[in-house]
T-cell receptor
Framework: EDQVTQSPEALRLQEGESSSLNCSYT??????LFWYRQDPGKGPEFLFT???AGEEKEKERLKATLTKKESFLHITAPKPEDSATYLC????????????FGPGTRLSVLP | DGGITQSPKYLFRKEGQNVTLSCEQN?????MYWYRQDPGQGLRLIYY???????QKGDIAEGYSVSREKKESFPLTVTSAQKNPTAFYLC?????????FGQGTRLTVV
């Protein structure tokens, strides 16, 4: 059975304090790993897709990396507006086009 | 503006009632999905549809029903058989591995 875990569950940072969020996965045949941002009471907003180990993608203060067992979302010099829940999801051979989601990491960036 | 529209934003259900959540998309996507989100848990798949007039059960389909009579629309009915329906419901559509979500409907049992 495919599984996705995320750590930490919650993270509080001071503005400008860089850190990383972790997404660990156990799947049969990874087809893609996805990162989403979700604000309270809203739907998830797409950030990145990673397809193979060693791949990296960047967007503003965010950088996503992928290994064979985990992905990291690095946040450089975060600002209060980066506060949100960050969700990780995978697509695998078991589930085809469907996702298996992790529980998310709730990030708070304090001014 | 292209996107996914869910309505209503908030919905209250009495015990024993069926309620229907609306999801409409104008992105011309074939695939549509319904997820349920509970605090501290990942999104869980309720139903999905890859094409009009066809849909499949996801991981937690019991107590729910769907229809897909039009490409643009994928309504979800929460039936009285769903014993714990209070949750945040998200509709999504996808094409070529890009998935877009609506803004969600928060359902509360009163």
């Amino acid at each position: 059975e495919d599984q996705v875990t995320q750590s930490p569950e919650a993270l509080r940072l001071q503005e400008g304090e860089s850190s990383s969020l972790n997404c660990s996965y156990t799947v049969s045949g990874l087809r893609g790993l996805f990162w989403y941002r979700q604000d309270p009471g809203k739907g998830p907003e797409f950030l990145f897709t990673l397809y193979s180990a060693g791949e990296e993608k960047e967007k503003e203060r965010l950088k996503a990396t992928l290994t064979k067992k985990e992905s990291f979302l690095h946040i450089t010099a975060p600002k209060p507006e980066d506060s949100a829940t960050y969700l990780c999801a995978v697509q695998s051979d078991n589930y085809g086009q469907n996702f298996v989601f992790g529980p998310g990491t709730r990030l708070s960036v304090l001014p | 503006d292209g996107g996914i529209t869910q309505s209503p934003k908030y919905l209250f259900r009495k015990e024993g009632q069926n309620v229907t959540l609306s999801c409409e998309q104008n992105l011309n996507h074939d695939a549509m999905y319904w997820y349920r989100q509970d605090p501290g848990q990942g999104l869980r798949l309720i139903y999905y549809s890859q094409i009009v007039n066809d849909f499949q059960k996801g991981d937690i389909a019991e107590g729910y029903s769907v229809s897909r009579e039009k490409k643009e629309s994928f309504p979800l009915t929460v039936t009285s058989a769903q014993k714990n329906p209070t949750a945040f419901y998200l509709c999504a559509s996808s094409i070529n591995r890009e998935t877009f979500f609506g803004q969600g409907t928060r359902l509360t049992v009163v």
